[in-house]
């Protein structure tokens, strides 16, 4: 079963879109470069089914399944996934995001990356495109 990440743009009077697949409101104007193309094969290469959307200037968010199991997870190449946003990428903060607001750091994946130093994002810290009641993020700064 796949979770669907949805969007919010701030505007009551549009529809929210889904986060998988399309870029954010904020960041639709994004080219299609090669390095968001290195991004898209690294992330791909921690586990399969995680997709990434930029979520501004310089953050990242990483679509991780909420029941990601941490035994699937490739270690070494989310480390160097981390690094890539860090000097390739230029990002500032990667924001790992789950599509379930009922997730806590006690269990599951979470909990692994309270242990790598991820922090659990507040939901009035959101980035705006985020919805804070239907998602859980931890945030990690480069």
Known sequence: MSSSIVLSNNNSNSNSMSMIGQSPPCCSDVPNTPASEEMTRMVKNVVASWEWVPLGKDKVGIIIPADQDHRQ???????????????????????????????????GFPRTLRYVGFRVVAPENFPPTLDATTHFAMTYVV
């Open 73 to 107: 997870v490739h270690k070494s190449r989310f480390v160097d996934l981390l690094e890539f946003c860090d000097e390739t990428m230029k990002v500032k903060e990667v924001i790992a995001v789950f599509g379930r607001a009922d997730l806590t750091v006690a269990a």
